[in-house]
């Protein structure tokens, strides 16, 4: 029996290479080559849109189960529970993204103030 007949979830066989450009330049500031193999980048992005897949289908078991059709943020939270330094890193994001939105709507503000 195949590994992949045993898995939970089928597999894609075509991907999109989402995200081979930040791939790169992330395998070159952790030491990589300049111009990395395209096998190892390719292994990368399959990884990391695994990963992603996976944590938007936690995040929606979540929000089944809570009888909720749409995904919250708390979903994805709730998905990163058992992994605190991912939790702390969204966390830290979803500060800095409500900082720099108050930064955006004060700058906007004063232009009409001005009028």
């Given at each position: 029996?195949s590994t992949?007949?045993?898995?939970?979830?089928?597999?894609r066989?075509?991907?999109q290479n989402?995200?081979v450009?930040e791939?790169?330049?992330l395998?070159y500031?952790?030491g990589d080559e300049?111009?990395?193999l395209?096998?190892?980048?390719q292994?990368l992005?399959?990884?990391?849109?695994?990963?992603?897949?996976?944590?938007c289908?936690d995040a929606a078991?979540?929000?089944s189960?809570?009888r909720r059709?749409?995904?919250k943020?708390?979903?994805?939270?709730?998905a990163?529970?058992?992994d605190?330094?991912?939790?702390?890193?969204?966390?830290?994001?979803?500060?800095?993204?409500k900082?720099i939105?108050d930064a955006r709507?004060q700058?906007?503000?004063?232009?009409?103030?001005?009028?």
């Amino acid at each position: 029996m195949s590994t992949e007949a045993s898995s939970s979830r089928p597999r894609r066989s075509r991907r999109q290479n989402l995200f081979v450009k930040e791939l790169r330049t992330l395998m070159y500031a952790y030491g990589d080559e300049p111009d990395p193999l395209p096998e190892s980048v390719q292994v990368l992005d399959e990884i990391v849109t695994e990963y992603i897949v996976d944590m938007c289908h936690d995040a929606a078991r979540m929000a089944s189960q809570a009888r909720r059709n749409k995904i919250k943020v708390d979903d994805f939270k709730f998905a990163l529970r058992h992994d605190p330094r991912k939790l702390g890193r969204v966390e830290e994001l979803l500060v800095m993204s409500k900082v720099i939105a108050d930064a955006r709507k004060q700058f906007d503000d004063k232009p009409e103030a001005e009028k």
